[in-house]
């Protein structure tokens, strides 16, 4: 004797109920993954930072905004090691160190606050700036024109080859994503030998008699 199995329509609603709440459960789950590897990963980066995001008094603070793909980098890699996105409240000068070697370094993503100034190599360390990516031959100023999103943070510690590596540094920098459409009065300078003599460092001598 057959017997059959027969499932009325409440009994079926309430297993497609159940399967839909497995389902539910289960994505719930990987996302809560995908999220906290996300965090594990963001301490990552932020555990080598030596610096924070400092304020500025011309710019706006917009804790929800996306933060590009690219910008915060791993150790070793460049970029910033930490940032934040602030929006210009009004004009801010900027400044640029580039390439006169390629006229589209000029206006390029990143920028200081202050003018570069003191020795090159100290410039660079702080900047993070591998040789390879720019002689830093030229110089331009302009204003940020106020509205304009930027990022800002300390720098990331950038493997320049396999005989050295720039450290993560304090010092913030400003990502600006088009410059070419954000920034105003600018002004170009050249480059130019400044040599000076480096401090003698005294050796004091010692009476052999009192040693």
Known sequence: MQHKLHITGNKRLSVRASILAIGAILLSACASSD????KVN????????VG????????KL???AHIPEGVVQPVGQGGLCTAQVFVATEDVTIWRAWNSEYNG??????????????????????NVICPSYSPLDMLVSCKLKAGTE?????????????YFTYPASKTNQIYVADAKNSVTECQTYDGRFSW?????????????KLQ
Request: overall charge positive.
């Open 62 to 64: 917009l804790p929800n």
């Open 150 to 162: 930027v990022v800002i943070g300390p720098g990331q510690s950038a493997q320049c080859s396999e």
């Open 105 to 126: 370094s000029k206006l390029g993503k990143w920028w200081t606050f202050n003018k570069p100034l003191g020795s090159i190599s100290k410039y660079r360390r702080e």
């Open 196 to 208: 000076q003599t480096e401090p003698t460092q005294k050796v004091q001598a010692t009476d052999s």
């Open 35 to 38: 999220l906290a590897t996300q």
């Open 52 to 59: 924070q995001v400092d304020q500025h008094s011309n710019l």
């Open 42 to 49: 963001s301490q990552q980066v932020n555990a080598h930072c």
